[in-house]
Every structure is written in structure tokens, then in C-alpha cells.
């Protein structure tokens, strides 16, 4: 297991991610109210905040959306899905979809460990077991 001064920016950045998209799910704040909390947080300044804004505002904004991609992919209702793995899956999506920079396996990976982090016991198979097969349909030239 990596040590927390070995994590990236960008994994920092999803981790942030995750606890603010769980803030817009659960519908406690504004989504201007979760960001401005959230870069309050202990080691914010260590994660790429690009990355952080791109994923906070592109989830939210488009969860309708990304709830679609995934719900033909789930073995249960969305209703069902816990709120961390639910936003977990919409990083993983967004990041499949719009961040053409990041690598499939590295995105797969990514939020494997988000829900091996955040999630229940087995989530992370949950989340590895949604995504996986969704990655050949948003990224055919990467899928293996």
C-alpha cells in the first residue's frame, strides 16, 4: 500500500472528488458552497485543483447523464447503489468520457482504490464490475 506522501495530485484530486460529490449527492450545499469548503480541507493544496474542478462541476452538472451510462451496467437499481460508490462510478465515467489524457487502466485503477478507500467491504468489485465493461463502449480504441 502506498504511503499518503506517495499519492499523486490528480489521485489527491479524486479522492477531494469523491467527499464533494458525496456532498452534492446527498444535497447539503450549493455546488459553489461544497467547492469553497472543500479547498478548506486538510492537504487540498496538494491535489491538481484543475482536476478537482474539472471532476466536481462535470459530474455534478452532468449526473443525469452519467446515472444513464451506468444504470444498464448495474445488477441492482440505481436508488439501491450506495452515494459513494455512485459517485465513484460518476469519476470513472467522466474521466472515461472527457479525460482522454488519462489512460483507461489508470482510470479503472483509480477508482478501484477510491472504493477500496471510501467504499464497503466489497465495492470495489462492485465499482470494477461496472466499469469495466462500460470502458470498451466510451473508449473502443483503448479497450483490450
Request: with cysteine.
Amino acid at each position: 500500500m502506498r504511503k499518503a506522501s506517495d499519492k499523486s495530485a490528480r489521485t489527491r484530486a479524486r479522492e477531494f472528488a469523491v467527499q464533494a460529490l458525496y456532498q452534492v449527492l446527498i444535497g447539503q450545499d450549493t455546488i459553489e458552497g461544497i467547492d469553497a469548503y472543500t479547498r478548506e480541507l486538510t492537504g487540498f493544496h496538494k491535489c491538481d485543483s484543475i482536476h478537482f474542478d474539472a471532476l466536481l462541476r462535470g459530474c455534478a452538472e452532468d449526473r443525469a447523464m452519467l446515472d444513464a451510462a451506468v444504470a444498464p451496467h448495474l445488477d441492482r437499481p440505481l436508488a439501491e447503489i450506495s452515494p459513494i460508490e455512485r459517485v465513484i462510478l460518476w469519476i470513472g465515467v467522466y474521466e472515461l468520457q472527457r479525460c482522454l489524457d488519462v489512460p483507461l487502466r489508470v482510470v479503472l485503477n483509480e477508482c478501484i482504490e477510491l472504493a477500496k478507500s471510501f467504499g464497503g467491504t466489497d465495492g470495489h468489485k462492485f465499482i470494477n464490475g461496472v466499469l469495466h465493461p462500460l470502458a470498451p463502449d466510451l473508449r473502443p480504441h483503448e479497450a483490450t
